[in-house]
Each structure stands twice: as C-alpha cells, then as structure tokens.
C-alpha cells in the first residue's frame, strides 16, 4: 500500500498563489507517474496535471496550463503543485494520486491505484 497525505491548501484571494504538497510513503519502489486531481462541489473529479516519474515529464490541463505548474522532488517521494494567479473558478477539493501503470492514459482517474484525503483550495472573488 501506498499512503499519499496532502497539504497546502486553505484560502486565498483571487489572483493570489498557493503551494500544494502531497507526500508518498509506504510500499517501496517509484510510482510510474503522480497527478493532482481537482473536484468541487457537486461536480465530478477532474485532471489538473500529471508528471512522470522517471524522466519527470509534465502534462497540465488546459484549465490551467500557463498558471500552475506540477512538480516533484524524488528523494523526497513528494510531488508539488504551485498555483498562481488563482481564481474563483479553481475553489475545490484537491487530489494527489500515484500510479503504477505504465502507458496509462494519465489524464483518467482509473490511472491511478492510490489516492489521497485531499486538501481544499478556496479562492475568493
């Protein structure tokens, strides 16, 4: 098993930033890649940004790109996601996962083998 614990999250004021970190411990061995995922209220979870863990390969979601960049230290089995120029619009739950699935289409849920509780994000306008 594999246990991901986030943290960064709280409130902030539009256009304002934020460092999300999610930490990794548990079963040995790299993940093939970790994502964050993003859900708010009464809406279904979505992609933010993958990264992959050997050569560090980083994808974003439109939504987002240009604004939050993922990130990840791997002697630190910790993966990051700064936010900047935050807004209104970005206010949900946030999600760190990891997968082991190698060719996995990265930007679905079912990539991913292990979640975490999440952290919320809320902007204000």
């Known amino acids: 098993q594999v246990q991901l614990v986030e943290s960064g999250g709280g409130l902030v004021q539009a256009g304002g930033s934020l460092r999300l970190s999610c930490a990794a411990s548990?079963?040995?061995?790299?993940?093939?890649?970790m994502a964050w995922f993003r859900q708010a209220s009464g809406k279904e979870r979505e992609f933010v940004a993958f990264i992959t863990w050997d050569i560090g390969a980083a994808y974003v979601a439109g939504s987002v790109k240009g604004r939050f960049t993922i990130s990840r230290d791997a002697a630190k089995n910790t993966v990051f996601l700064q936010m900047n120029s935050l807004k209104f619009e970005d206010t949900a739950r946030y999600y760190c996962?990891?997968?082991?699935?190698?060719?996995?289409?990265?930007?679905?849920?079912?990539?991913?083998?292990?979640w975490g509780q999440g952290t919320q994000v809320t902007v204000s306008s």
């Open positions: 996962a990891s997968s082991r699935r190698v060719g996995a289409e990265l930007h679905e849920t079912r990539a991913y083998d292990y």
């Open positions: 548990g079963r040995t061995g790299s993940p093939y890649a």
